[in-house]
């Protein structure tokens, strides 16, 4: 590799260091998803927080699970020894460790029953894929010993005794330790609850929950009376409106974006409805059905006689096991009709209709996929059977089944939605976590459930984030639709059931966050339609318009994550596709110019993807990478957008038995990070030559222009994460809460004082005169179609440019003074900024501090006269004393070193520049 592909690989290297210095970029950069807009305003929100320890909110598919590799990507940058327990529902643990490597670079461990004894490496940092069910007390897994962050994904689907005790390890407990950095995923946290609000509170507000709990308070009723309390001191502008958002809001730690808030990310919903004409055999049921229901006593409805009664359009081995219940031993005759229907063996009018749907697709496209969802297991087999039977092209592999939670295994389920089957039928209890979009854009429902929730989970698992979805929303289009089609019985309470639903929207748009009185509002709403009750449509009406103007889960009034304007967000999300593009462009240049070899191969599964290794002959390649060898080659993912569907852990190459790993070469990837520091290592060790290198330009139009002139070409970079990592770094004599404090500290000034780099291009005539380059002669210059002269008498003809670095330091000089004004606007910004950061942190510091006072003062009022517990409770006294003690001497010296940080920074204007001098030559097949 010459000295010009050398520079030409550290002007590459030296943008992506910057672009991973942004606070708002480098997260999404480093994730291969597309950085939707909602996405970018919540992780603004988190990175700038005091800490992170939040609840993700958002609707059913807004990518929460994105969002926490974004932050990921982050947090393990800047602390490569950052150790990480995801806790999930065994079903989605292996989804888990495919998004993880396939998009965040991570290669996770699913631990089981037998990693008891999982070994901890010191000083290296790790992500372990926790079953839900196998979290466990003593000894305690996950461990704050072990593990620096947790992250709970379906939280709300835990046993709340596991979610207590996850909730106790996220608090400060004497002098165990506690997980640094807290995540809590969920579209329903189930707030209205007060035992799961005691839970998740408690995680995400470990003091606030603290003070209330010793003063016998509900935390989110008293994290309300505190937030009231402060908007008064905003209106008498004592406390600025920021300062307020992040420190005393009841919700500051919970994020919920919905469709509403950003219309068009998501596909449209179309609902279609099949009422099925009942036949003979099908009265004797609905009379049956009809009857319970209208007797039915005011239960759950997840209890007699509304569970049994939903079952009644099952298959007849369900319906038989349910007519013995108790619930129909009121109506013997028309019990014993039906018995006897069903030991004819009749026909069934829900499937007919099934087929006719069925049918209608296929006549209009031979390939549709359809999800169907039915009730129970014994449907699910009656379906698989009767559609193989029925249409022959689905009786060799052409249907996909995912049964009850109990009886199907992980396996299964991941097999099921990626296989290639035409038809996938699942039970209504498999919902949560999967990304059914990847399998259909068409979900039947067969049995219709009677309870919103499952309904607006099991469509939420196909209303989707997908690709392309981000194009479409900047550019104003729709992304697509989604069919949903539900069949009901005519004059069944299914149908009255589903009018009900229909008036509460449950299909047409995603839930909002429903505490648990309005959960049971809506469950009596629905038993009441079941059993005929002429109020449930007032009723229905009522809530819905209730439910209309949101819900906010604390409880007060309080303002949304800002979005930021369109230009903003768009400007964002450019540069984060810029920065690909231009990852890309690295890496062929690193493959012509011989450092690397470099294929694009197409994986056996149809997605393309790229690979490196070492070229033959080793001294071409300046750069060492990991195991990468001559025979053995890495391979690459390099575009968002082209991740399989869905995205897999592994890919098998052409010509390959076995998977490989697929890295995505961003921001966050080992060796894409290595290879960085190593190509900016060796500009910074470079010098400039006044004798300009002759090149080649691939581009015969932009070369005509150009030939035998000169160009320079100057790249300038202001660093001020260097001068960050020196003054705001962290100190072995801190405590924790003090080290978690001092880096969020530092992603806090990052959004003050951002890397930025700037590209100078000035064209040289041999007259003497100059003009500015275009923006696209200057990336002509770094790209591979930019190549030096291998001729070394023509290299030797070209004359030293006398005036190089003349005009270096007049375009460093300029690129000072833009530097110099933008420094200007920034210390304004940081004086405003500064002084809500400093209300922010007191008033952190004083709510820990109260709840010492409170701790001390309850310890005092201990009635004991054994002397071995007056003396323990001394000790423990003087130990509380010491933590509010160590607590706000850290503040104070946070806040010390983040005046002296930002006074440092605001006064530095020092920026290194590195240069490329060329000569464009004539292409040799014009010279012979």
């Not at 009522?542 to 103007?549: A, G, M, P, R, W």
């Not at 993912?637 to 890919?651: A, F, S």
């Not at 098998?652 to 290879?675: C, I, M, Q, W």
């Amino acid at each position: 590799m010459n000295t010009f592909h050398l520079a030409q690989s550290g002007f590459h290297a030296l943008e992506r260091l910057v672009a991973a210095e942004s606070w708002e970029m480098g997260g999404a950069l480093g994730v291969a998803a597309d950085p939707y807009p909602h996405q970018i305003a919540n992780l603004r929100r988190i990175l700038a927080d005091t800490e992170i320890r939040h609840l993700l909110a958002d609707e059913v598919g807004m990518g929460k699970t994105v969002q926490a590799l974004m932050i990921l990507n982050i947090l393990r940058r800047r602390d490569p020894s950052l150790r990480v327990a995801i806790v999930a529902p065994e079903r989605i643990c292996y989804q888990w460790q495919v998004e993880l490597s396939a998009r965040g670079h991570i290669a996770a461990h699913i631990l089981t029953d037998a990693d008891e004894e999982q070994e901890h490496p010191d000083g290296e940092g790790y992500v372990h894929l926790i079953k839900a069910d196998m979290v466990c007390r003593q000894p305690a897994r996950p461990s704050p010993e072990y593990y620096d962050m947790l992250i709970v994904d379906e939280v709300h689907a835990m046993n709340l005794d596991d979610a207590t005790f996850l909730s106790n390890m996220c608090r400060e407990r004497g002098n165990s330790p506690r997980f640094r950095h807290v995540l809590l995923l969920t579209a329903t946290p189930r707030l209205g609850n007060p035992a799961w609000a005691q839970a998740v509170i408690g995680a995400i507000e470990p003091e606030r929950s603290a003070i209330a709990n010793l003063l016998g308070r509900e935390p989110l009723e008293f994290i309300a009376e505190e937030a009231a309390a402060a908007r008064g001191r905003v209106a008498d502008g004592a406390l600025s409106a920021a300062a307020y958002r992040t420190a005393f809001a009841a919700d500051r730690r919970i994020l919920r974006q919905t469709r509403s808030q950003w219309p068009g990310v998501a596909p449209t919903r179309k609902v279609r409805t099949v009422r099925t004409a009942p036949s003979d055999a099908e009265i004797p049921k609905i009379m049956l059905q009809n009857a319970a229901c209208r007797d039915g006593r005011d239960s759950t409805i997840a209890s007699a006689p509304w569970l049994q009664c939903c079952q009644m359009f099952r298959a007849g081995s369900s319906l038989r096991a349910v007519l013995r219940h108790r619930t129909f031993s009121a109506y013997p005759d028309l019990r014993d009709e039906v018995e006897s229907t069903l030991s004819r063996n009749p026909g069934n009018a829900l499937f007919d209709d099934l087929c006719d749907v069925l049918l209608g697709f296929w006549q209009k496209d031979a390939e549709r996929r359809i999800i169907v969802v039915a009730g129970d297991t014994p449907t699910v087999d009656m379906l698989e059977r009767r559609l193989s039977d029925m249409f022959p092209h689905l009786s060799d592999g052409g249907i996909a089944t995912m049964r009850g939670r109990y009886n199907t295994d992980l396996v299964d389920v991941v097999s099921a939605v990626q296989s290639q089957a035409t038809v996938l039928i699942m039970e209504e209890f498999v919902e949560a976590g999967l990304n059914l979009h990847n399998f259909a854009a068409d979900m039947i429902f067969y049995n219709l459930p009677w309870q919103a929730s499952r309904i607006d989970q099991l469509i939420g698992r196909l209303d989707r984030l997908r690709s392309g979805g981000l194009s479409a929303y900047i550019k104003d289009r729709t992304v697509g639709t989604i069919g949903i089609w539900r069949l009901v019985v005519a004059g069944s309470a299914d149908e009255r059931v589903l009018e009900a639903l229909d008036l509460l929207d449950v299909f047409e748009h995603p839930l909002p966050y429903l505490d648990e009185a309005l959960s049971q509002r809506i469950d009596g709403i629905i038993t009441d339609a079941a059993a005929g009750r002429a109020n449930f449509r007032q009723a229905a009406s009522e809530l819905k318009e209730e439910l209309s103007f949101g819900l906010n889960q604390s409880g007060e009034s309080v303002a949304t994550v800002a979005p930021g304007t369109p230009d903003d967000i768009t400007e964002v999300v450019g540069s984060i596709r810029e920065a690909e593009h231009a990852g890309n462009t690295w890496l062929r240049l690193l493959h012509v110019s011989g450092a690397l070899k470099g294929g694009f191969p197409k994986a056996n599964d149809g997605e393309r993807v790229a690979t490196l290794s070492l070229p033959l002959l080793l001294e071409k390649s300046p750069y060492k990478l990991g195991a990468m060898t001559t025979q053995e080659s890495e391979v690459f993912r390099w575009r968002r957008d082209r991740l399989g569907k869905p995205p897999k852990k592994d890919v098998v190459l052409p010509n390959d038995r076995l998977g490989k790993r697929a890295r995505f070469f961003s921001t966050g990837d080992e060796l894409h990070d290595d290879l960085v520091r190593q190509a900016y290592a060796t500009l910074k060790a470079g010098t400039v030559s006044p004798i300009p290198v002759g090149v080649h330009l691939s581009d015969d139009n932009l070369a005509a222009d150009l030939i035998g002139k000169t160009i320079l070409l100057v790249r300038s970079a202001w660093r001020p994460s260097l001068l960050k990592d020196k003054q705001l770094r962290v100190r072995d004599d801190d405590v924790p809460a003090v080290r978690v404090g001092r880096l969020s500290d530092r992603r806090w000034i990052s959004t003050l004082f951002p890397d930025a780099v700037r590209t100078r291009c000035l064209v040289v005539s041999d007259d003497g005169s100059v003009e500015v380059c275009t923006d696209e002669i200057a990336r002509a210059l770094l790209r591979e179609g930019c190549k030096p002269t291998t001729n070394r008498q023509i290299q030797m003809t070209i004359s030293p440019f006398r005036q190089v670095q003349k005009l270096v330091t007049a375009l460093e000089r300029e690129m000072i003074h833009e530097d110099r004004q933008c420094l200007g606007k920034l210390r304004e910004e940081a004086t405003a900024a500064f002084s809500d950061r400093k209300q922010i942190l007191t008033s952190e510091t004083e709510t820990y501090v109260r709840w010492k006072q409170l701790s001390i003062e309850q310890l005092r009022l201990r009635n004991i006269t054994d002397q071995q517990q007056i003396q323990m409770t001394e000790g423990q006294i003087a130990a509380e004393q010491r933590r509010m003690e160590t607590r706000i001497s850290g503040m104070t010296d946070r806040l010390r070193s983040l005046e002296d940080a930002l006074l440092s920074l605001a006064n530095h204007s020092k920026t290194e520049s590195y240069v490329i001098l060329v000569r464009v030559l004539p292409s040799p097949k014009l010279s012979i």
